[in-house]
């Protein structure tokens, strides 16, 4: 009793996705472990792919003559009875359909693999004549298909990595969790050097180099020569220590310049008379038996509530689409001695401010205690990040991806304005909003950030 | 909560359990007038009579083999054994009849029965009088295995054991009677059968160890946490059934398991909970589990030899460095 995922196999280092030419079995038929199932095209030649479970062929979902990226799933081996319909969503849950006979060589999306619409019933695989179909037999084949034993629900499986063509013959010696993060971070295994026992390459092999890529290319290149060694002058004490990172610094290190350098950031920044909201929050925190109102709750609420009305600022690129949110999850970046975490407030759009100023509250509070859990570490649809207590007039954030924006908030500071009578003195705060240029553009940003202004500054629709 | 040695926390949950329910009663080898080769059960029969707490002769199983009948009409009988290796003696009467009544009835009896006593390595008490005994007993179906590190889980999890209407084996330890801690005196105060306990909190690596290799383990970590190593310790509690829920949660947090357990190694605990790992998390694992375990060896007399024989502390921490990957390079 096993499902076994039939994937679109890696039949060479190029290889990022390949053309079924033609399927040998078709839907319903049996099919015992090594039947040929399919003969598949790649940019090298074309080879036949095997089956490595057995059972019935119960579903087809790239016809022949369609394109599949490597790691795709294009079929599925089960016995009659067994329920493939878990297994089969999985694949059509991702992107929109993204025609998969594009000639244009897609990259090959390891983690997930991208969406390949089922196909309905299609038998008629005849017009092509099978090629003769001769490329070397490649031992990678092998991996391409996974058996699960099975559960009420198949659990995701990250396709492996490939072993090295077999011109060089040997197995990259990996951990498994060194295997499944190069498979989500794109890494290839075969250029990373292993640091545990006997070269095997482990967690923190893979995250190195996911960090640097150039130089996990050419590892060689940084030693500096002897000779090239500069005479330092005579100082008291080291010339400098090397401080380890702890587990949060490394991750801060590893996930920033996978947004700065990938996420095309702009910036939009504006300023806010805060002086109404100044005197609300001060109403509101004279009241007795009320949590205390925070400037940042403010913010959360106002952002909350705007963005349900700016959706494309809620929003998260997925590569060949946009993900747009229809709830508002706040990521709140909260200062920690050894750097910074971004816990997640829930349907922040649903709280009322109270209820924000106390969730918030809680979720620094257990931040600084590193008692947050997992699952309040993710899923945050849009974040913030507030600098005011420490007197900034503004700055700009880096987005926290997949998000597609963050909002950097400054000090609320008392400064002259100019009114109608004259000079007098406001309070006001600046805000810079950093928008993924993917996602969306320069005056979707404004237009949303104009909102968020208008909301502080007429902060009792905050509270109705 | 008060605070009392493990030695007092068992002798209040037999109290507790006696006033409760009159069908409770203590059999074995000096648990009335001595009072218990390790004073398990002081002051009970001065409490409950000879009618309750019963003095035998010196045989395990036809003692055992009392309870188990006593069990079966509706008794719930707690057989003291004065070390666990004695019950190698009884292992017929635990193995066919305890474990295997319920089935073989049909359903008709159960053996509510506790088997209890110390067992596994203590201080020179030499080959035949220092084995892990749980390994003979979570291999049969039908019994549970309790084994309790602390005070408070001593009397929590003998007050489980007595109340379940399953056949119980309970293995304490001579080198933790004297052990301290807080403890529950709430009489109704019970640690559930089957769910492990995070001892301590970490991030880079998950240590599995009970009873004395749990505290070693503790050492270990206390020192790791020096060099930055991060060390997280569960401690299953109860082998039969075993919470793997737990441990596979700790590994799937820090990527890395090293299971420690003081009789020798080969198939032992250590070899079952690095499978059940290696079943649900292969694709969590940085590094291969590493097991600390016993020298596939008698136990011998000599201290010197017997440090050798046995996971220490030095070994452990060891064990987990390796499974970091730092070995030096840190």
């Known amino acids: 009793m096993a499902i076994t995922k039939v994937v679109m196999p890696k039949l060479s280092e190029q290889m990022d996705s390949g053309k079924i030419i033609k399927w040998i079995k078709k839907e319903g038929d049996r099919v015992q472990s090594g039947d040929i199932l399919a003969e598949v095209e790649t940019d090298k030649a074309d080879v036949e792919m095997e089956a490595f479970g057995s059972g019935v062929l119960r579903k087809i979902l790239v016809s022949a003559g369609d394109k599949a990226p490597v790691g795709a799933l294009i079929g599925v081996i089960a016995e009659e009875g067994d329920d493939i319909n878990a297994v089969v969503a999985q694949a059509g849950g991702g992107a929109p359909s993204a025609a998969a006979s594009s000639a244009g060589a897609k990259p090959a999306m390891a983690d997930r693999p991208a969406a390949v619409p089922p196909q309905p019933k299609s038998e008629d695989h005849a017009e092509r004549t099978p090629s003769p179909s001769k490329g070397p037999e490649s031992p990678g084949i092998r991996r391409a298909q996974e058996t699960v034993a099975q559960q009420p629900v198949v659990t995701e499986m990250a396709p492996r990595p490939q072993a090295p063509a077999a011109a060089d013959g040997g197995r990259v010696k990996a951990s498994p969790l060194a295997r499944k993060i190069a498979a989500q971070s794109g890494v290839d295994l075969k250029l990373v050097h292993g640091s545990g026992p006997g070269g095997r390459i482990v967690r923190r092999d893979v995250e190195a180099a996911a960090a640097a890529p150039a130089a996990a290319a050419a590892p060689s290149a940084a030693a500096p020569s002897p000779a090239l060694r500069p005479v330092t002058p005579t100082v008291t004490g080291p010339e400098y220590e090397d401080v380890a990172l702890s587990t949060m610094r490394a991750a801060i290190a590893k996930r920033m310049p996978l947004s700065k350098a990938p996420v095309p950031h702009f910036y939009v920044t504006s300023e806010v008379a805060m002086d109404r909201a100044w005197e609300l929050r001060e109403e509101l925190n004279g009241l007795e038996g009320q949590p205390k109102i925070s400037v940042n709750d403010l913010v959360i609420r106002t952002c909350a509530l705007t963005l349900l009305h700016h959706p494309g600022v809620n929003a998260s690129f997925q590569g060949e689409s946009i993900r747009v949110f229809h709830r508002v999850h706040m990521g709140i970046a909260v200062a920690l001695e050894e750097g910074l975490i971004t816990p997640v407030l829930r349907d922040a759009h649903a709280k009322t401010l109270a209820q924000i100023a106390v969730e918030a509250r809680d979720l620094a509070e257990r931040a600084r205690q590193r008692k947050l859990r997992t699952q309040e570490l993710s899923g945050a649809t849009f974040s913030i990040s507030n600098l005011g207590m420490f007197d900034v007039r503004d700055f700009s954030a880096i987005i926290n991806p997949p998000e597609g924006a963050i909002l950097a908030v400054g000090s609320v500071r008392k400064v002259p304005v100019v009114t109608d009578e004259g000079l007098g003195v406001g309070r006001r705060m600046a805000m810079t909003i950093s928008c993924d240029h993917r996602v969306m553009d320069g005056a979707m940003g404004a237009r949303f950030l104009q909102d968020v202004k208008r909301l502080l500054e007429e902060p009792l629709r905050l509270l109705v | ?330």
């Open chain 2, 1 to 330: 909560m008060a605070v009392m040695t493990y030695r007092e926390a068992l002798n209040l949950a037999l109290r507790e359990e006696m006033r409760r329910d009159p069908d409770v009663f203590v059999i074995g080898e000096e648990v009335g007038l001595y009072e218990g080769a390790y004073k398990v059960t002081q002051g009970l029969l001065k409490e409950f009579g000879p009618k309750r707490i019963v003095d035998t002769p010196i045989a395990e199983s036809g003692f055992t083999g009392v309870g188990i009948g006593a069990a079966m009409v509706g008794l719930r009988p707690v057989v003291e054994m004065m070390t666990f290796n004695f019950a190698l003696l009884a292992l017929d009467q635990i193995v066919n009849s305890a474990a295997k009544l319920n089935y073989m009835s049909g359903g008709q009896y159960n053996v509510p029965i506790v088997i209890r006593g110390p067992g596994g390595p203590a201080h020179q008490l030499a080959a035949q009088h220092s084995q892990s005994m749980e390994v003979y007993f979570y291999h049969v179906p039908g019994l549970k295995v309790v084994r309790p590190s602390t005070p408070m889980d001593a009397k929590g999890l003998l007050k489980s054991a007595i109340r379940d209407d399953n056949p119980v084996i309970f293995i304490e330890s001579e080198t933790l009677y004297n052990v301290k801690g807080e403890v529950s005196e709430d009489p109704d105060f019970l640690v559930p059968l089957g769910q492990a306990a995070v001892r301590r909190e970490g991030t880079d690596v998950t240590v599995i160890a009970y009873m004395g290799m749990m505290y070693r383990a503790m050492e270990a970590a206390e020192e790791l946490a020096k060099d930055g190593i991060s060390v997280e310790i569960v401690d299953p509690r109860t082998l039969q059934p075993l919470d793997t829920e737990t441990i596979i949660r700790s590994v799937r947090k820090t990527h890395r398991a090293v299971v420690v357990e003081a009789g020798a190694g080969f198939a032992g605990m250590g070899s079952e909970i690095a499978t059940e790992i290696t079943e649900e998390a292969f694709d969590d694992l940085d590094a291969p589990v590493a097991r600390v375990t016993g020298a596939q060896a008698p136990m011998p007399y000599a201290r010197s030899l017997e440090r050798l024989k046995t996971p220490t502390k030095e070994k452990i921490a060891d064990a987990i460095r390796q499974v970091c990957y730092a070995n030096g390079s840190r």
